[in-house]
């Protein structure tokens, strides 16, 4: 098992910038691949970013390539989405999850198997 615990959310204005932190604990040696996804009120669930998390591979969806960055920190587990430029649409609970095999649909939820409980980022205009 692997456990997830996401924090750093919170409210900002529109502009700023704001570092989410994912911390990881357990099986680690088993996870693959690192992704950052959200989900907004009424919408669907979808991806941000993701990173290997051996060999610093990184993905971006294409909304957020620019505006965030995805980093990893191996020694401490854990994972970081900082994310500026905020938008009011960037509003959303933020989730991380790790995936166990490797896959060429990292944008794909289904891949991954652990996920934390999310933390709330509301960007007000």
């Known amino acids: 098992q692997v456990q997830l615990v996401e924090s750093g959310g919170g409210l900002v204005q529109a502009g700023g910038s704001l570092r989410l932190s994912c911390a990881a604990s357990?099986?680690?040696?088993?996870?693959?691949?690192m992704g950052w996804f959200r989900q907004a009120p009424g919408k669907e669930r979808e991806f941000v970013a993701a990173?290997?998390?051996?060999?610093?591979?990184?993905y971006y969806a294409e909304s957020q390539k620019g505006r965030f960055t995805i980093s990893r920190n191996n020694a401490e587990n854990t994972v970081y989405l900082q994310m500026n430029s905020l938008k009011p649409e960037d509003t959303a609970v933020y989730f991380c999850?790790?995936?166990?095999?490797?896959?060429?649909?990292?944008?794909?939820?289904?891949?991954?198997?652990?996920w934390g409980q999310g933390t709330q980022v509301t960007v007000s205009s």
């Open positions: 357990g099986r680690t040696f088993t996870i693959y691949t």
């Open positions: 999850a790790a995936a166990t095999f490797y896959s060429t649909t990292n944008s794909d939820g289904r891949n991954y198997k652990y």
């Open positions: 990173t290997r998390w051996n060999g610093g591979v990184t």
